[in-house]
Nanobody, 125 residues
Framework: GVQLQESGGGSVQPGGSLRLSCAGS????????TAWFRQVPGKERERIAD????????SYADSVKGRFTISQDNTKTTSYLQMNNLKPEDSGTYYC??????????????????WGPGTQVTVSS
């Protein structure tokens, strides 16, 4: 099956940048949705950004528009989340996920069948 592994998390001061990576393996189809989610204790997992490989379409949560960029490498197996101008409220555990949805990225979090274990991001002065 599909295996996902995040990396690149850490601690950064407000205004700083981090680049998260999600290395994937085991894909049997190259048309799928890859997404990044964020979760903080006591709150639901929130979709931050998604990317549909079939069309290259991206979407972002309003809270990160203009600051975060989701992308994918040429092999279509690794996705990235470039996070700029980080704010304390961006802190949390970041998860990458993928779904063989067609067409486009699914609305429901439950449709994402593959998840990484998560990487912690802390934004604090």
């Amino acid at each position: 099956g599909v295996q996902l592994q995040e990396s690149g998390g850490g601690s950064v001061q407000p205004g700083g940048s981090l680049r998260l990576s999600c290395a994937g393996s085991g894909y049997t189809r190259m048309i799928y949705c890859t997404a990044w989610f964020r979760q903080v204790p006591g709150k639901e997992r929130e979709r931050i950004a998604d990317f549909y490989t079939g069309t290259g379409h991206t979407s972002y949560a309003d809270s990160v528009k203009g600051r975060f960029t989701i992308s994918q490498d040429n092999t279509k197996t690794t996705s990235y989340l470039q996070m700029n101008n980080l704010k304390p409220e961006d802190s949390g555990t970041y998860y990458c996920a993928s779904s063989y949805s067609n067409p486009g990225c699914p609305e429901s979090l439950g449709t994402f069948g593959h998840w990484g274990p998560g990487t912690q991001v802390t934004v604090s002065s």
